[in-house]
């Protein structure tokens, strides 16, 4: 379904209390939404409600939130079944939790391995498998953020990309099997964003990581969520937000071995410079 007036939609919108999904949160309310968002971050729902409110057009608008871990299949189950009742039937379904820990494979424990992909994957069948009767009644829309380390493998980020290529693969899978009903799909790749996961990101980032991280660009949340709600009347598949990365993926496609040849020098150069230094002392 394509959406070019959000007026009287309702949105339900995971990982909503910050970053990508606040951002999207605002902009949907300042359209004439009405917006139910989720977090496990209990601390943080209550102030980006008030920021989500104070983007409102109408009276007419709802706005709610309830606490959710994404990763837990009978909390969502129960958490959204709940939300239904109360806030009623989504037309719109933005899957915005996730996780990062970029750290080498061999650093990474097996927890945290565990974590990013119940998180970033399952989180993202959780909450469909559980509001799909109703976005197939109201001929919904449902966007699935994953990440340019969706289509293409980043240093230490093993664990990420992992879960963020399944979300690219589910997520085709699934628009094939819902076009039937009148439900689109559509996965969001954007590059490095400046929120709340990347500041935490970058304190532990190895510098092979930062050296490939700092040659992109860094896009704000603002910026992210204004092309996906533009990109939402053309019902696009794959929506990338930025120049560099549909160039990215244009040249993974078309030369894959440019872009790791890319990607190996400058993880190379990093990796020269900190054998120097340490020869140094």
Not at 52 to 68: D, H, K, L, T
Not at 124 to 148: A, D, E
Not at 159 to 186: D, M, N
Not at 219 to 247: H, Q
Request: with cysteine; proline share 4%; charged share 20%.
């Amino acid at each position: 379904m394509k959406i070019t007036n959000f007026e009287g939609r309702t949105a339900y919108i995971t990982g909503g209390s910050s970053g990508i999904g606040l951002a999207i949160a605002r902009q949907l309310a300042s359209r004439g939404a009405s917006v139910i968002i989720f977090s496990r971050q209990a601390d943080l729902l209550k102030s980006a409600i008030s920021e989500i409110e104070n983007s409102r057009v109408s009276e007419g608008q709802r706005f709610s939130y309830m606490q959710m871990d994404v990763s837990q299949h009978e909390m969502t189950d129960k958490v959204l079944s709940n939300a239904v009742s109360e806030f009623g039937a989504p037309d719109i379904l933005i899957n915005s939790a996730g996780i990062a820990y970029p750290l080498k494979f061999e650093d990474t424990p097996y927890e945290k391995f565990d974590d990013i992909i119940k998180v970033n994957l399952y989180g993202t069948w959780n909450t469909i498998h559980c509001l799909l009767p109703y976005l197939k009644q109201n001929k919904g829309y449902i966007v699935n953020v994953s990440s340019i380390g969706g289509f293409i493998g980043v240093f230490a980020m093993t664990s990420y990309s992992a879960s963020k290529f399944a979300v690219i693969g589910f997520s085709e899978a699934l628009r094939s099997e819902l076009k039937l009903h009148g439900v689109t799909v559509s996965v969001l790749c954007p590059p490095d964003v400046d929120t709340p996961m990347l500041e935490k990101s970058n304190m532990i980032k190895p510098a092979e990581a930062k050296a490939i991280s700092s040659a992109a660009d860094i896009m704000t949340p603002e910026a992210v969520a204004s092309f996906l709600i533009n990109a939402m009347s053309r019902e696009d598949f794959l929506l990338i937000p930025n120049k560099s990365g549909k160039l990215t993926h244009l040249l993974k496609r078309l030369v894959p071995g440019l872009t790791e040849r890319i990607i190996d020098s400058k993880i190379n150069s990093v990796q020269k410079n900190l054998k120097s230094a340490n020869k140094s002392f």
